[in-house]
T-cell receptor, first 115, second 117 residues
């Protein structure tokens, strides 16, 4: 079946540098995408979302880019800090209806911030 | 943001017993809650959608008789793992949405680590 995918399992960046985490999705019907951060042993924490009628959205130190043509989603984190170390998941909303409105998660990228 | 609380955070049970996990929306009402399972170093997989006052909707491959879901109120959903086996050991996470419409933010609980021995 269709699912959200992953480009890199682990990404290591120097503290203070910018990081880019990528995600490919295959469900062309998806119209809502979310990035989550998950620290070890904890539940996912919402970072930022974007709807399919947008191609860019900015938050505090984070930017999400959506390219519907190639079905690609990215999360940019500016000036990374040690606290940014975590696993990052992209997720898409199942827009096919049928009563279920849960999320399909990608495999995740482990971001490591080097001091 | 809205707060979703799970209890317990960790549980160890013997094989063959049942375990109940609670998911509460603390400061909002949630007509729909979701249950996910996450194995080590893997992603979250949607198990079922819990609807207040009606039967849960299970994803393909998830046994409804093994994973009993009850959503008796707008702030509480429970997941009961019946006749647990070691392969059921996993991280179980619930989420709830603020609105009843699609494309709204979902808030996640802190997860429950289930270990079946």
């Amino acid at each position: 079946g269709e699912s959200v995918g992953l480009h890199l399992p682990t990404l290591s960046v120097q503290e203070g540098d910018n990081s880019i985490i990528n995600c490919a999705y295959s469900n062309s019907a998806s119209d809502y995408f979310i990035w989550y951060k998950q620290e070890s042993g904890k539940g996912p924490q919402f970072i930022i979302d974007i709807r399919s009628n947008m191609d860019k959205r900015q938050g505090q130190r984070v930017t999400v880019l959506l390219n519907k043509t190639v079905k690609h989603l990215s999360l940019q984190i500016a000036a990374t800090q040690p606290g940014d170390s975590a696993v990052y998941f992209c997720a898409e909303n199942l827009s096919s209806g049928g009563g279920a409105d849960g999320l399909t998660f990608g495999k995740g990228t482990h971001l490591i911030i080097q001091p | 943001g809205a707060v979703v609380s799970q209890h317990p955070s960790r549980v160890i049970c013997k094989s063959g017993t049942s375990v109940k996990i609670e998911c509460r929306s603390l400061d909002f009402q949630a007509t729909t809650m979701f249950w996910y399972r996450q194995f080590p170093k893997q992603s979250l997989m949607l198990m079922a959608t819990s609807n207040e006052g009606s039967k849960a909707t299970y994803e393909q491959g998830v046994e409804k008789d093994k994973f009993l879901i009850n959503h008796a109120s707008l702030t509480l959903s429970t997941l009961t793992v019946t006749s647990a086996h070691p392969e059921d050991s996993s991280f179980y996470i619930c989420s709830a949405k603020l609105g009843s419409t699609m494309n709204t933010e979902a808030f996640f609980g802190q997860g429950t680590r289930l270990t079946v021995v």
